[in-house]
């Protein structure tokens, strides 16, 4: 079956703009989360969400924000962009029942801030 | 934070076992052992998790110890596609919460050939 797929894979932004991000899970999978990856702080959480609700919110300022639409897809925006947003933003999709599940990451969308 | 503790660096030989350790020795009873790797600008991949039994899955085998303080993740024959950083990851079973995951910074293997 398909997996995760995100889009755009790459672009670029500028100071101050804003950049939407989309995810759609694998078929079937109720939950989505968002990670940022950089060089220095490497793999952190930003958010999940399950049929609708976020669920859990990792340590991000307000200007990152997401939501989820009835068919499981997703997506997170960034507002008033900053140079350190510069980073891999990683979607990933799991079944979202208990507890227990395998998370299946996207190719991730690689945004640049100039 | 992250719960866990892993080497940086490790190399292994093509075909060799790769046994890459985990240290989480505050790990509590309702807490899982995952591994993760991500190959180089990919997403991360599942490879297999466990509680307090030894695990082994087409990818690897997991081996915890019996104060479940330790585990080590086991390539049995690494080949130059396993090349990646490996991470460890704990999480506890009553989050209500699949998505949560806390990385370290994981450890690099480099499968030479």
């Known amino acids: 079956k398909a997996g995760v797929t995100q889009t755009p894979r790459y672009l670029i932004k500028t100071r101050g703009q804003q950049v939407t991000l989309s995810c759609s899970p694998i078929?079937?999978?109720?939950?989505v989360s968002w990670y940022q990856q950089t060089p220095g702080q490497g793999l952190q959480f930003l958010f999940e969400?399950?049929?609708?609700?976020?669920?859990n919110k990792g340590n991000f300022p307000g200007r990152f924000s997401g939501r989820q639409f009835s068919n499981s897809r997703s997506e997170m925006n960034v507002s008033t962009l900053e140079l350190g947003d510069s980073a891999l933003y990683l979607c990933?999709?799991?079944?979202?029942?208990?507890?227990?599940?395998?998370?299946?990451f996207g190719e991730g969308s690689r945004l640049t801030v100039l | 934070d992250a719960k866990t503790t892993q080497p940086p660096s490790m190399d292994c030989a093509e075909g060799r076992a790769a046994n890459l350790p985990c240290n989480h020795s505050?790990?509590?009873?309702?807490?899982?052992v995952y591994w993760y790797r991500q190959i180089h600008s990919q997403g991360p991949q599942y490879i297999i998790h466990?509680?307090?039994n030894n695990e082994t899955n087409e990818m690897a085998s997991l081996i915890i110890t019996e104060d479940r303080k330790s585990s080590t993740l086991i390539l049995p024959h690494a080949t130059l596609r396993d090349t990646a950083v490996y991470y460890c990851?704990?999480?506890?079973?009553?989050?209500?919460?699949?998505?949560?995951?806390?990385f370290g910074k994981g450890t690099k293997l480099s499968v030479k050939p």
């Open positions: 990933a999709s799991s079944r979202g029942q208990g507890a227990i599940g395998e998370l299946f």
């Open positions: 078929s079937g999978h109720r939950s």
């Open positions: 969400y399950f049929s609708e609700t976020q669920r």
């Open positions: 505050t790990i509590s009873g309702n807490e899982y």
């Open positions: 466990g509680l307090k």
């Open positions: 990851i704990v999480r506890s079973i009553t989050s209500g919460s699949q998505g949560n995951l806390i």
